[in-house]
């Protein structure tokens, strides 16, 4: 089992940059394929980006790609997101993920989930 929280999310004004931060606890984080999802009001919730276990393959959504970049520190314990370039689009709850599987987009298929934090892009 896995615990996530999530910090650096905030507000920013369009064309800025933030990064996410996902802190997990226990021994094993290097066994879990880890994915970034976010949720705007009224909206589903939606795949963003995901970094297998190694970190050596990555898997992003169109809306994202060129401007997110996620990357792992399995010594740390810790998945990153870099955001740039955001739009008033990508505001939302971002929310970190992870499975003992191989990449999914669909949020049904993570088992751990933290508690979000909000990213909210001004315009």
């Known amino acids: 089992q896995v615990q996530l929280v999530e910090s650096g999310g905030g507000l920013v004004q369009a064309g800025g940059s933030l990064r996410l931060s996902c802190a997990a606890s226990g021994r094993t984080f290097s066994s879990y394929t880890m994915a970034w999802f976010r949720q705007a009001p009224g909206k589903e919730r939606e795949f963003v980006v995901a970094?297998?276990?190694?970190?050596?393959?990555?898997y992003y959504a169109d809306s994202v790609k060129g401007r997110f970049t996620v990357s792992r520190d399995n010594a740390k314990n810790t998945v990153y997101l870099q955001m740039n370039s955001l739009k008033p689009e990508d505001t939302a709850v971002y929310y970190c993920a992870a499975r003992l599987l191989g990449v999914a987009p669909n949020p049904s298929g993570y088992a751990y989930w933290g508690q979000g934090t909000q990213v909210t892009v001004s315009s």
């Open positions: 970094i297998a276990r190694s970190g050596g393959s990555t």
